[in-house]
Each structure stands twice: as C-alpha cells, then as structure tokens.
C-alpha cells in the first residue's frame, strides 16, 4: 500500500504541493524484473522479485517498491507480495499490477508472469 511522505516517494515529493501540474511529482511508474523483458517464464514453485521504479518530469527515478500496492491478476497461477516478490504456483498466465498514488493521480505498469511445468520429463507446459 501507499505510504505518502515517508522513504522514497518523499524524495519525490519533498517541498511540493499536490498539484497534478506538479514537475517533481512521479509522472511514470514502471515495473522491472529480472531482465529487461515484460513477459518473464517462471518454473512452478520458483519465485522471481519484481522492483517498482517512478520518474517524475524532471527525470528523478526512484526505487519505490516498498510504497506501491501489487496484486496478481491470476492468484492460482502466481502470488505476489507486498515486496514484489512474485511466487508461481501452476502453469499458466498471471498479470502483476502495480499502483502508486501521489499528488490525486494513480500510476499503474503492469508485467506478464507465465507459470510453467516439466510434464513427465520430456517438455515443458505453459498457457
């Protein structure tokens, strides 16, 4: 969940009011996973961690993780934690959304997550 005005984001927002039209509020929020893809294939029962980074207008990017709200859009196939950590627990497709809130405006970025398994040794299944 959001935690305005404490860690990261404060380095956003410090000395700023709450204004849409704001430079130094964050403008961009965009998920980053272990490599520079958007659809990252995960064994099941691995995990992977996801990090949540906000740029502003003038181009501060922070690491703000630890103050957006994940959800897994498919929670059979794969959780997610309040850290970004994400665990994949069946074969198939789940969406990571994230959301950050700041000045009255909500940042979404969202990744793909496709859980697979080995069947019988030979190949592996996935949606």
């Known amino acids: ?11 956003l927002l410090v000395g700023c009011a709450e204004s849409a039209t704001n430079p130094s509020l964050p ?12 659809k990252f294939n995960v064994a099941a029962g691995s995990s992977i961690q996801l990090t949540a980074r906000a740029t502003n207008a003038q181009g501060n ?8 709200a994940f959800v897994s859009r498919m929670p059979g196939v794969a959780t997610v934690d309040g850290t970004g950590k994400v665990t994949v627990h069946a074969s198939g497709t789940s969406y990571i959304i994230a959301s950050l809130t700041a000045g009255g ?3 979404l970025d969202s990744v793909a997550v496709v859980g697979w398994t ?3 040794g030979t190949t592996r299944t996935h949606e």
Request: glycine residues 10%.
């Open 118 to 120: 080995w069947t019988s």
């Open 27 to 38: 403008n961009t929020l965009v998920l980053d996973g272990p490599d520079s893809t958007r």
């Open 1 to 11: 969940m959001s935690r305005l005005g404490t860690g990261a984001l404060a380095l």
């Open 61 to 68: 990017v922070v690491d703000v993780s630890g103050l957006v």
């Open 105 to 107: 405006a909500t940042l």
